[in-house]
Nanobody, 118 residues
Framework: VQLQASGGGLVQAGGSLRLSCAASGRTFSIYNMAWFRQAPGKEREFVAYITWSSASTYYAESVRGRFTISRDSAKNTVLLQMNSLKPEDTALYYC????????????WGQGTLVTVSS
């Protein structure tokens, strides 16, 4: 599986962006998917997670209520809708694929930069 993240950009605080992660490969539908982010000078942190069936989603406390993760398995795409953006959301955002039961993420995208100005 290869992952290609896109949709990042510059937005003012309070604005919205939608990130997209396009996956290649016929086995995409069996993977749980997640978004992570890494701000300058900080460690990578978890943002959101969606199971392979879309039955469950999980969010970091810092984004819950503002971000929404979804997937379209027919299009092999995972989306992250980000609303009410804050300057502290500025980071490089990565998508990742995780097979249920695995201890680590199997595949990572290259990252897309989100910059939120105050």
């Amino acid at each position: 599986v290869q992952l290609q993240a896109s949709g990042g950009g510059l937005v003012q605080a309070g604005g919205s962006l939608r990130l997209s992660c396009a996956a290649s490969g016929r086995t995409f539908s069996i993977y749980n998917m997640a978004w992570f982010r890494q701000a300058p000078g900080k460690e990578r942190e978890f943002v959101a997670y969606i199971t392979w069936s879309s039955a469950s989603t999980y969010y970091a406390e810092s984004v819950r209520g503002r971000f929404t993760i979804s997937r379209d398995s027919a299009k092999n795409t995972v989306l992250l809708q980000m609303n009410s953006l804050k300057p502290e959301d500025t980071a490089l955002y990565y998508c990742a694929a995780h097979k249920s039961g695995a201890s680590e993420y199997d595949y990572w995208g290259q990252g897309t930069l989100v910059t939120v100005s105050s």
